[in-house]
C-alpha cells in the first residue's frame, strides 16, 4: 500500500465534521407549535459532553468552551477518540 500514497493525497481531502449535542422526539405538530423563546430538552445533560462525527461516524468526545476571543466563539475541546466497535 505505502507505495500507492504517494498517488493520493489523503492529507488534502476535506471532511465535514459535525459536532452533536444531543437529541429529542418531537411530533410535526410539535415542531409546528415550535415559537421563539421554547426550549427543546435534549436527551443527555450538559455534563455528557459533545459527539465529534464525521459523517455518521462519531470519531471522538468533546466538550463546549469558548475561544475567548472578543467574540467568545464557540468551540469544542476534544476530550478522547472513540473506539471502533
Known amino acids: 500500500m505505502d507505495e500507492l500514497k504517494h498517488l493520493i493525497d489523503t492529507d488534502n481531502i476535506p471532511l465535514e465534521v459535525s459536532i452533536r449535542l444531543g437529541r429529542t ?4 405538530a410539535q415542531l409546528s ?4 423563546e ?7 445533560s450538559i455534563d455528557d ?6 459523517g455518521d461516524k462519531v ?11 472578543p467574540e467568545d466563539r464557540l468551540c469544542v475541546r476534544i476530550t478522547g477518540a472513540v473506539e471502533d466497535t
Open 25 to 28: 422526539r418531537q411530533t410535526v
Open 33 to 36: 407549535a415550535l415559537r421563539p
Open 59 to 69: 470519531v471522538a468526545r468533546g466538550e463546549l468552551t469558548g475561544d475567548g476571543s
Open 49 to 54: 459532553g459533545v459527539e465529534i462525527c464525521v
Open 38 to 44: 421554547d426550549v427543546l430538552v435534549l436527551d443527555q
